[in-house]
């Protein structure tokens, strides 16, 4: 029997831990990649992989008949939402899961805030008995983006610097709790058309992720805290320079709004129980070492 579900994203770093738990949980699925994408890791796992444009609708619309489920884990924040939205319409498709992000809520006049918001009303708007899942900044492996910055930093550096009071709440997200969440809601009707924040367990001051992780690597940390007013002008002169600086005055303004974010919707819908980012992190530190 063929599967039912198509899953997009599937080689990113989100999509590869959905795949994980999907396999462990024995739903059978495909994946959806680009003609560019590499697929031997899916292969690998014995998967089939279907190729398809999700900015084209046509390309979709000759896949998507396949299949009565879509989990796109692949990112809404580049315009191909409404394309996706309408394809699945067209082509029989009721069941949607999408993933966005909790960015959505920054109050900074971020570029990709605003397409985000599209993409969600465009979901909103369908028929689609969708479901889209708000991942706050999502950690777990050397792999991710994020918090394995901070940790290779604070391997290589006593020191610190803060950009600001660091009192900011965060609310990091193990890779591995999205995965769950994803797949708890494939078959789920309590959490058709709706919205969801998933967020770790507790928030957290900057200061205490900062805390949490030394702790973790064993390491003792001098926090030096920089004036966010005197960074942003420092990062513009290097820039103006034509100079490169790690951090986006982008970022450093994000560290100085809160973000956490309330799941007790996710538990109540669908029992959603994220660990704790001291778990989390000691379990990356290992992955790390």
């Not at 998933?198 to 030096?224: D, F, M």
Request: aromatic share 8%; glycine share 6%.
């Amino acid at each position: 029997m063929s599967p039912s579900i198509l899953l997009t994203g599937a080689t990113g770093f989100t999509g590869s831990f959905v795949c994980q738990k999907l396999i462990q949980e024995q739903i059978k699925f495909d994946c959806l990649i680009r003609h560019s994408s590499d697929s031997r890791k899916l292969m690998d796992l014995g998967l089939n992989c279907v190729e398809a444009d999700l900015n084209d609708l046509d390309s979709l619309k000759r896949t998507l008949p396949n299949y009565k489920i879509l989990v796109n884990v692949a990112s809404i924040g580049f315009g191909a939402a409404p394309t996706i939205v309408q394809a699945c319409e067209e082509s029989g498709i009721e069941r949607a899961i999408f993933i966005s992000t909790t960015a959505i809520f920054t109050h900074l006049n971020a570029s990709s805030k605003t397409i985000r918001l599209a993409a969600e009303q465009s979901i909103k708007n369908s028929s689609l008995k969708y479901t889209i899942l708000r991942p706050t900044m999502i950690y777990g492996t050397p792999e991710d983006r994020n918090m394995i910055r901070l940790l290779r930093f604070l391997q290589k550096s006593p020191i610190i610097p803060i950009f600001g009071s660091g009192e900011f709440l965060q609310q990091p997200v193990h890779v591995e709790d999205v995965a769950w969440a994803i797949t708890k809601v494939i078959n789920c009707p309590e959490t058709y058309r709706k919205e969801y924040n998933i967020s770790g367990k507790t928030p957290l001051t900057y200061n205490q992720v900062i805390e949490i992780a030394s702790e973790a690597l064993g390491k003792k940390t001098i926090k030096v805290h920089i004036p966010v007013s005197l960074a942003t002008h420092c990062i513009k002169t290097i820039q103006s320079l034509g100079l490169k600086f790690p951090i986006t005055e982008e970022q450093i303004l994000r560290l100085n709004e809160h973000k956490n974010f309330d799941y007790s919707l996710a538990s109540e819908d669908f029992g959603y129980s994220p660990r704790s980012f001291a778990e989390g992190i000691d379990q990356e530190i290992k992955l790390l070492k």
